[in-house]
């Protein structure tokens, strides 16, 4: 069973479309986590929450909007699609908040998200 | 600010040859640091993390890593290298006051045969 199942694994779309990717977590943590990882393998962290509560949300613009209907569930919903959106998208959950540092993260397979 | 580097952003090692991965960081306190690697297509898997305590510390796959407060280093080796080790590194400094982990570019690992 995979611990962090996203989908969908490739995604290519048209500019100014409007997409969501899916994250679902069964390891019982309450944190989940979005993110970002550009074409030159950047990884950066966009939006953690907890227990469903926003929590970090690193500058990210509001076109980019997640949603957490409960704590095993962590959706990216992105509205009006740039070419610089293009990039893979990573799900992730700790046990709590400060799980990724103090503990372990489990990340998903990554979403290859393609804007053309 | 937090900041990790890993200077090396493209390497290639014979198979069955040692390896060193380099990482530098910047951060304000005792850090917690983590080594990540991410096989094509996959997630990124934890090798290994320091918290406290000793300076080397020993990861899954056969990876260590030494952490030298002096040098602000957390460096990733391995004595002999497998084809299956080809995959992307990357090291990360996590903050225990804002709960976030900064990742460095990433290192690629080649493996000849």
């Known amino acids: 069973d995979t611990a962090v199942s996203q989908t969908p694994k490739y995604l290519v779309t048209q500019m100014g479309n409007d997409k969501s990717i899916k994250c679902e977590q069964n390891?019982?943590?309450?944190?989940m986590y979005w993110y970002k990882q550009d074409s030159k393998k950047f990884l950066k962290i966009m939006f953690s929450?907890?227990?469903?509560?926003?929590?970090i949300n690193e500058t990210v613009p509001n076109r980019f909007s997640p949603k957490s209907p409960d704590k095993a569930h962590l959706n990216l919903h992105i509205n009006s699609l740039e070419l610089g959106d293009s990039a893979v998208y990573f799900c992730a959950s700790s046990q709590d908040l400060l799980g990724q540092v103090r503990n372990t993260i489990y990340f998903g397979e990554g979403s290859w998200l393609t804007v053309v | 600010a937090q900041s990790v580097t890993q200077p090396d952003i493209h390497i290639t090692v014979s198979e069955g040859a040692s390896l060193e991965l380099r990482c530098n960081y910047s951060?304000?306190?005792?850090?917690?640091l983590f080594w990540y690697v991410q096989s094509p297509g996959q997630g990124l898997q934890l090798l290994l993390k320091?918290?406290?305590?000793?300076?080397l510390v020993q990861g899954i796959k056969g990876f260590e890593a030494e952490f030298k407060r002096s040098q602000s280093s957390f460096n990733l080796r391995k004595p002999s290298v497998h084809w299956s080790d080809a995959a992307e590194y990357f090291c990360?400094?996590?903050?225990?006051?804002?709960?976030?982990?900064?990742f460095g570019q990433g290192t690629t690992l080649q493996v000849k045969p």
């Open positions: 929450y907890n227990n469903k509560e926003l929590i």
């Open positions: 951060y304000g306190a005792t850090p917690y």
């Open positions: 320091y918290f406290s305590g000793d300076t």
């Open positions: 390891l019982g943590h309450d944190t």
């Open positions: 990360a400094v996590g903050s225990s006051n804002t709960g976030k982990l900064i």
